[in-house]
């Protein structure tokens, strides 16, 4: 006998699936007017959303307003990108007469697009990663409906946005299965809504051990289906002497407030800073330690993240290779900002010392060359992001550094810190394993709709299918 929640997402499912076809044939005015509905709805009822988000999160009035305006842009940029054809775009080849090569039919590309998506929400983006986050706006700009999974560490509110979107579906004449929302904090859930038949596509932000078994369960269907998963990066950055000596008080400053913004619970917090052995290097150690030491931070959004800092923690500090840094004040509503040196050497050959901590925390490497620089980037292995500090100069040794930053991520700063991530047709959110499951997709950013299409060409199509 099925259990209410799994009763539940068959229900959700199924209306998903009943819209799908309406859905992904619909003309652009119509996803238009859809995103832009629901930009403006969030935005009238984030007084009191923002309120039930705090409650539960403890981000904060500033954070989860900043956090509203940056869902409405991107629902809105969305809109834009539909408006300006990126689902409806099409390659369209006439017929050349004669024998091939030379000669062909007429072949039309279009896109497809793939169904019903289901998409799991983040604990970190109770607004931006959520119900109406961005996974759901570049779903529904592809023409596919949507069964969010709502995360246990913001469920009030998850209802509450949905209530508010279900309005404008009602107001607008669309159906409600255009966007389901399904609860339960079970493996089991997860899993069904993963191996549920009408369901195409998965777009996952989570930690790598919940990723990866969603990820091994839509490859185990008997169809398998697309799998987007962000999974989880360290982050590294590594700053070169000279930029040090320049401005290291400045830079130790600003990296120690990225390390600790959000309580260090974003999932592009650098987590490794790279120096090179050097006299710069060890005041910049110092001065990031100082400027580390006295901050506070909010609790973190669930129990269970608190202890998976806390044991990410005790493993630094039980490490051989691993010294802390700074003496950690007492906790106050969140966890004191942890900071350990780690020996180079150790940090390749060991993974454990590799392992996320999910937190306000970091480790410091100082490697003896360049050599050794790139084997750390190339043990990291994948990562949202890479940032590289004082690489104003051409260099064969800077160019090899880049090389080896771009081959293990998705955005290579060159400036300022990763935590901030900017939606835009050119961001690229997402790396090489185990970043994510789909490197050359991106979460974030108007190309984010591309992974829910999928290309087919129609060979000779009459005109009337082509709209001619």
């Known amino acids: 006998m099925k259990s209410p929640e799994i009763i539940l997402i068959d229900q959700a499912v199924a209306a998903a699936a009943n819209a799908a076809t309406l859905w992904a044939e619909s003309n652009a005015d119509l996803r238009v007017q859809l995103l832009n509905g629901l930009a403006d709805a969030l935005e009238r009822h984030q007084v009191e959303l923002i309120a039930i988000a705090d409650e539960e999160t403890g981000l904060g009035v500033a954070r989860l307003t900043g956090e509203v305006a940056r869902t409405a842009f991107q629902l809105r940029g969305f809109a834009d990108a539909v408006e300006a054809g990126m689902p409806y775009a099409v390659v ?134 697309p799998f987007f998963g962000e999974l989880g990066s360290i982050n590294p950055l590594l700053a070169l002497p000279e930029i040090l000596e320049r401005d290291g008080e400045n830079l130790a400053k600003t990296l120690a407030a990225s390390i600790t913004l959000g309580c260090g619970q974003f999932c592009t917090s650098p987590g490794v800073i790279v120096l090179f052995e050097h006299p710069a290097s060890e005041r910049f150690i110092e001065q990031f330690a100082a400027a580390l030491q006295p901050l506070s931070t909010h609790r973190m959004l669930t129990p269970s993240m608190r202890r998976g800092f806390d044991d990410g923690v005790t493993r630094l500090e039980q490490a051989s290779a691993a010294t802390p840094l700074l003496q950690p004040h007492a906790d106050t509503d969140g966890p004191a900002p942890r900071l350990f040196a780690v020996d180079a050497q150790a940090f390749i050959e060991d993974a454990h010392l590799r392992e996320e901590v999910f937190g306000p925390a970091a480790v410091v490497l100082k490697v003896k060359s360049v050599a050794q620089a790139i084997d750390v980037l ?11 500090w004082g690489f104003e100069q051409a260099s064969e040794d800077n160019l090899a550094l880049i090389r080896a930053a771009r081959q293990i991520s998705g955005r290579v700063l060159f400036s300022g810190v990763p935590t901030g991530v900017a939606v835009t047709a050119a961001q690229q959110h997402g790396g090489p394993w185990p970043a994510s499951t789909q490197p050359q997709s991106t979460s974030v950013g108007y190309a984010a709709l591309e992974r829910f299409l999928r290309p087919v060409a129609l060979q000779d199509a009459p005109a009337w299918l082509l709209g001619e």
């Open 92 to 225: 369209d080849d006439q017929a050349i007469v004669g024998s091939p090569p030379a000669g062909r039919p007429r072949l039309t590309r279009v896109q497809q697009a793939l169904g019903p998506v289901a998409m799991f929400s983040a604990s970190n983006f109770p607004f931006a990663f959520s119900v109406l986050g961005g996974d759901t706006a570049s779903a529904l700009a592809a023409g596919c409906p949507v069964v969010v999974k709502a995360h246990s560490g913001h469920p009030r509110l998850s209802r509450a946005v949905h209530e508010v979107a279900l309005g404008v579906l009602a107001a607008q004449g669309l159906p409600a299965g255009l966007l389901g929302l399904v609860e339960g904090a079970s493996r089991a859930a997860g899993v069904h809504l993963v191996q549920h038949p009408h369901i195409a596509a998965v777009a996952f932000t989570g930690s790598y051990q919940g990723g990866t078994a969603l990820w091994k369960v839509a490859n185990q269907r008997p169809r398998p289906i």
């Open 378 to 388: 190339n043990a990291i292995g994948g990562s949202l992001t890479a940032t590289l």
